[in-house]
């Protein structure tokens, strides 16, 4: 089974501009998570989407917004981009029906480098 | 709220030696999972083990086995016969069982370099 991918790996942007990533799960799991991890803040949870319904969220700004497709695949965008947005960014994909109760694997991450 | 704690940001350890990476958390939760993770250098992170709260007996996964006691919060990994390739950050992650979130929760991770 093919793991987690996602695209791009790489991303330079400037300020101001916004910017689409991309992750796709493993077949058949139907939960996608995303992390943020920076060397300040460690890893945080964005949000969570199930069944394309978004579950869960955590403490960011608006500026940061996702999306599930029926084929389970995910996009998260961030408007208006900051330096401060600069890192890795994270999906995790579960099969999920109970929260919690499955493990979640990893894409290879996004670094997003914002100059 | 909880939270995951690594109070030891970076540890180093000869080949073929054991190593204790330690980890607390502290949840009002009863039902519950932890887990260790391992980020290379590569940066994909990589499930090392996971216990789960409800059972007593410590998990193990070949070189890899947990101290897990519920009482004090703690949730150490226990690393026999070091290799080269786990040299790595690792993480230590905590999920609530059946709650509102599928949201893990990680401490700020410990860097392990194996010594050759």
């Known amino acids: 089974k093919a793991g987690v991918t996602q695209t791009p790996r790489y991303l330079i942007k400037t300020r101001g501009q916004q910017v689409t990533l991309s992750c796709s799960p493993i077949s058949g799991h139907r939960s996608v998570s995303w992390y943020q991890q920076t060397p300040g803040q460690g890893l945080q949870f964005l949000f969570e989407y199930f069944s394309e319904t978004q579950r869960n969220k955590g403490n960011f700004p608006g500026r940061f917004s996702g999306r599930q497709f029926s084929n389970s695949r995910s996009e998260m965008n961030v408007s208006t981009l900051e330096l401060g947005d600069s890192a890795l960014y994270l999906c995790?994909?579960?099969?999920?029906?109970?929260?919690?109760?499955?493990?979640?694997?990893f894409g290879p991450g996004t670094r997003l480098t914002v100059l | 709220a909880q939270t995951v704690t690594q109070s030891q940001p970076e540890m180093s350890v000869q080949e073929a030696e054991t190593v204790t990476l330690s980890c607390t958390y502290d949840?009002?939760?009863?039902?519950?999972?932890l887990f260790w993770y391992k980020q290379p250098p590569s940066r994909q992170m990589i499930l090392v083990i996971r216990?789960?709260?409800?059972?007593?007996q410590n998990a193990t996964e070949n070189r890899f086995s947990v101290n897990f006691q519920k009482a004090a919060k703690s949730f150490s990994l226990k690393i026999s016969d070091s290799q080269l390739g786990d040299t790595a950050m690792y993480f230590c992650?905590?999920?609530?069982?059946?709650?509102?979130?599928?949201?893990?929760?990680f401490g700020t991770g410990t860097l392990l370099a194996v010594q050759p």
């Open positions: 949840t009002s939760e009863n039902n519950y999972y």
């Open positions: 216990q789960e709260a409800y059972k007593q």
């Open positions: 995790a994909s579960s099969l999920a029906p109970q929260l919690g109760s499955n493990e979640q694997f």
């Open positions: 992650a905590f999920i609530a069982y059946g709650g509102a979130t599928n949201k893990l929760i």
